[in-house]
């Protein structure tokens, strides 16, 4: 089974700061397979990055995606006050075609 | 544009089973791949299994196999999970979500059902 590990847990920034989120996987992803949420409290996720690098429809471009292989970032390159969320990564294995959610990272206000 | 529409809140005794529905508009139901994840309060996202609404066949996550079921009616556009035998740390909210093999990732989930298990 693929595991996904997030880091850090919680990342603490102010409104126009970068925040760097790492993906880390025990094994080799299909970058094609591995995308990226965001939760805001009461609501379902949202795709953000599918394709390890692909902005979802509607996504601003202050999100980017980047990675292969075992390591993967999301970047949201200058924070806005609706970017303070909890965020995702996940991968889908073909064979034996599971899947598997990273355990999050809290982007919260400083 | 997609939309997926969950049965409401359930409170359940434990040894209770629970079957949650969803409903899928605005786009070919069986064309996409069916999942549910949970979601424990305070906790991550935890995939269950998927459904392909269009043969019926399934994929369970081995931790919930036995107890986990997935079904669907094509005629109504409507996929629904049950979980049999539930405890306590079965509380949750349930989502359905749609897997776009375009993307290989989820664009449409449906706004989750909180089931409680509680004596």
């Known amino acids: 089974e693929i595991v996904l590990t997030q880091s850090p847990g919680t990342l603490s920034l102010s409104p126009g700061e970068r925040a760097t989120l790492s993906c880390r996987a025990n094994q080799s992803v299909s970058s094609s397979y591995l995308a990226w949420y965001q939760q805001k409290p009461g609501q379902a996720p949202r795709l953000l990055i599918y394709?390890?690098?692909s902005r979802a429809t509607g996504i601003p471009d202050r999100f980017s995606g980047s990675g292969s292989g075992t390591d993967f970032t999301l970047t949201i390159s200058r924070l806005e006050p609706e970017d303070f969320a909890v965020y995702y990564c996940q991968q889908y294995d073909t064979s034996p075609r599971g899947l598997t959610f990273g355990g999050g990272t809290r982007v919260e206000i400083k | 544009q997609g939309h997926l529409v969950q049965s409401g809140a359930e409170v359940k005794k434990p040894g209770a089973s629970v079957k949650v529905s969803c409903k899928a508009s605005g786009y070919t139901f069986t064309a996409y791949y069916m999942h549910w994840v949970r979601q424990a309060p305070g906790q991550g996202l935890e995939w269950m299994g998927w459904?392909?609404?269009?043969?019926?066949?399934?994929n369970t996550e081995q931790k919930f196999q036995g107890r986990f079921t997935m079904t669907r009616d094509t005629s109504i556009s409507t996929a629904y999970m049950e979980l049999t035998s539930l405890r306590s740390d079965d509380t949750a909210v349930y989502f359905c979500?749609?897997?776009?093999?375009?993307?290989?990732?989820?664009?449409?989930w449906g706004q989750g059902t909180l089931v409680t298990v509680s004596s």
């Open positions: 394709g390890a690098s």
């Open positions: 459904i392909n609404p269009n043969v019926g066949g399934t």
């Open positions: 979500a749609n897997f776009n093999w375009n993307y290989g990732a989820f664009d449409i």
